[in-house]
């Protein structure tokens, strides 16, 4: 059975920066898409970004420029954040699915504080 596991949020001062990283246990996920999702308590789960097997990116608009999404072999994923803003506030997830259609297997969250 599939686990992610996400860590390296915290709190941290308007302009600052913060790594975030998200460990898969379970199965080897080398064909997986993963992939960063925020969501505030009470909206919507928005994508941050993905990284597919063959290294391609997307990355949301209010993020592009600011923020790297990296893979580092089969089962761990990384978020660089950089120049962050008081509105990433929030909880990050850590996701990894087969194809895009999928809801696939997801963390449990990392809280991200960004005071201004």
């Known amino acids: 059975q599939v686990q992610l596991v996400e860590s390296g949020g915290g709190l941290v001062q308007a302009g600052g920066s913060l790594r975030l990283s998200c460990v898969a246990s379970g199965a080897i996920l080398s064909n997986y898409i993963m992939g960063w999702y925020r969501q505030a308590p009470g909206n919507q789960r928005e994508l941050v970004a993905d990284?597919?097997?063959?290294?391609?990116t997307i990355y949301a608009d209010s993020v592009k420029g600011r923020f790297t999404i990296s893979r580092d072999g089969a089962n761990t994923v990384y978020l660089q954040m950089n120049s962050l803003k008081p509105e990433d506030t929030t909880v990050y997830y850590c996701?990894?699915?087969?194809?895009?259609?999928?809801?696939?297997?997801w963390g449990h969250g990392t809280q991200v504080t960004v005071s201004s």
């Open positions: 990284i597919y097997a063959s290294g391609t």
């Open positions: 996701n990894a699915r087969r194809s895009t259609n999928s809801l696939g297997y």
